[in-house]
């Protein structure tokens, strides 16, 4: 059994201890958080604590779940000479860790909420360690918690996060675009969903640029004056820019 | 059966033109184009044509798969008194049919190409026409194409047609975004794949916008300024505009 300390009661430690409960092969012996009312509902499964001075010394794994910007100073706290302490961020380097420890990152990339359950479970969790033994372990982490991992340095991971933005957190506004263009013309929003799925599904098998359709990548200017009358304020603006940056991208 | 007679050769042309064969309940007597050599594929299954005065005139319904820009133009040499002539296109008005015949609208909301099959095939069709008989028979070819209709007027389907845009069209653009940052840091694009998926399952019973994460909606702006910093140009600029619209929307 792997025994993980888990740190934090944000999307990505509740989805973590909820995987961690379940598994065989990890055993969560402690989770902390600053305040103990969060994670409350693991007291029945697991050590609860809220004094850095209570964690158990002796885990394999010291997970810290917690927001970027509070990684560096955290760490600093922790005195876990030889164990392996990890973040699970994207966007955050190995080097922002400041525990006396191991070091290494454990990020899963994918869209993570406490209220909603996760549907495509076999994601990657990228990794980074600085020994072969800790990469090892996380390789065995990873492969517990998705049966998928990726290793990649912090230089790469920082890139891939960024990735992530444009394909998640972007995507997910044009859709909330097109929920708002066919809520305030009262047309069903549902119409777009099986148009939104092969979207998705298309670029499986092929690469977007060869995939790209509609009047920006055809050079159809009248669609296109037609629709920017259709449009106003930021709307409109992202419609012209992303109509002239795929127009730019095909010439 | 319903007796129908098909123009064109496109994408639209061609997904039809094979579901029609393989149906039991619409016959397709005939297929139009200007080159004939585009659907001499079809000549073993159906009469082809590429002469204007040698359309079968005894149709139920005949369907213009043809350019928006040339809708207008072909469908003024029609003279099919009493029979319904349709167009298959999201941004164009009922109106620009200049037939002397009924008519009526038949747009399948779906990103269709010749070169690759759909996946989600139970897409609504939007149809529009000038009385309940016609609609009536657009209803049973759409449930015969699909299963899934919706009647939209010309209005409402060019919203629809714009929200389409915006969540296919750009979507896709985005994640062309996504693989070119990946490939420049020679990361696998497909490790983002389950996050795609996840982003577009995830609005399937949420609206969009209770689902929006990422550092424009945290108000993250050590994360917006580090990855600012990453891109250049037109990404770079896309990266501000929707953080900002993100922002905006959330305040």
């Given amino acids: 059994?792997?025994?993980?300390?888990?740190?934090?009661?944000?999307?990505?430690?509740?989805?973590?201890?909820?995987?961690?409960?379940?598994?065989?092969?990890?055993?969560l012996i402690q989770v902390y958080n600053r305040n103990l009312s969060n994670i409350n509902y693991l007291k029945n499964q697991t050590d609860i604590v809220d004094d850095i001075n209570e964690i158990n010394k002796k885990a394999d794994l010291y997970i810290l779940a917690l927001k970027d910007n509070i990684i560096?100073?955290?760490?600093?706290?922790?005195?876990?000479?030889n164990r392996l302490?990890?973040?699970?961020?994207?966007?955050?380097s190995i080097d922002k860790l400041k525990s006396n420890s191991?070091?290494?990152?454990?990020y899963p990339l994918q869209s993570i909420s406490k209220y909603n359950?996760?549907?495509?479970?076999?994601?990657?969790?990228?990794?980074?360690?600085?020994?072969?033994?800790?990469?090892?372990?996380?390789?065995?982490?990873?492969?517990?918690?998705?049966?998928?991992?990726?290793?990649?340095?912090?230089?790469?991971?920082?890139?891939?996060?960024?990735?992530?933005?444009?394909?998640n957190n972007f995507v997910n506004y044009l859709y909330s675009i097109g929920n708002d263009i066919c809520k305030s013309k009262n047309i069903s929003f549902k119409l777009l969903k099986p148009l939104i799925d092969e979207t998705a599904e298309k670029i499986k098998n092929n690469l977007p640029k060869d995939m790209q359709t509609g009047p920006a990548v055809r050079n159809d200017s009248y669609t296109i004056a037609k629709q920017e009358k259709l449009l106003h304020g930021i709307q409109k603006e992202i419609y012209t820019l992303l109509t002239q940056a795929i127009q730019d991208k095909n010439e």
Avoid: W
């Fill in 102 to 106: 191991d070091k290494g990152v454990l």
């Fill in 72 to 81: 560096s100073k955290f760490s600093k706290q922790l005195f876990l000479p």
């Fill in 1 to 27: 059994m792997i025994n993980v300390v888990l740190f934090g009661s944000g999307n990505i430690a509740s989805f973590l201890a909820k995987q961690f409960i379940n598994s065989e092969v990890i055993n």
């Fill in 85 to 92: 302490v990890v973040h699970t961020s994207g966007n955050t």
């Fill in 117 to 167: 359950e996760v549907v495509n479970k076999n994601f990657p969790i990228c990794i980074e360690a600085e020994n072969e033994k800790d990469l090892l372990l996380l390789k065995k982490v990873a492969l517990e918690i998705t049966g998928n991992y990726a290793i990649l340095n912090s230089n790469k991971r920082e890139q891939l996060h960024l990735a992530a933005v444009f394909v």
